[in-house]
């Protein structure tokens, strides 16, 4: 059964950090390009980040460089997104996406961040 477990949400005021992470199981999680999207009320979900399956390769929104950093660890079967330097903006749930370079694609329930004062 294929599952995307995010976990590290939660309430943090603005300028302070969080770090996600998204484990995975049922896959081959070492084949799949992973990413972050998330979706703030009344909007729709954007990507915040990418990570090729072997970690050489990132990608991030213009709204979150310099401040998120995506990461993974495929002997865990986890990725990561450190935030930092949070902004009420970023309120949003934050989901995790699997896709194979064959099309496949997964996700996970999602967590929510709050970043309010």
């Known amino acids: 059964q294929v599952q995307l477990v995010e976990s590290g949400g939660g309430l943090v005021q603005p300028g302070g950090s969080l770090r996600l992470s998204c484990a995975a199981s049922g896959f081959t999680f070492s084949a799949y390009a992973m990413s972050w999207y998330r979706q703030a009320p009344g909007k729709e979900r954007e990507l915040v980040a990418g990570?090729?399956?072997?970690?050489?390769?990132?990608n991030y929104a213009d709204s979150v460089k310099g401040r998120f950093t995506i990461s993974r660890d495929n002997d865990k079967k986890t990725v990561y997104l450190q935030m930092n330097s949070l902004k009420p903006e970023d309120t949003a749930v934050y989901y995790c996406?699997?896709?194979?370079?064959?099309?496949?694609?997964?996700w996970g329930k999602g967590t929510l961040v709050t970043v309010s004062s």
């Open positions: 996406n699997a896709k194979a370079p064959w099309g496949r694609a997964y």
């Open positions: 990570i090729t399956s072997a970690g050489g390769s990132t």
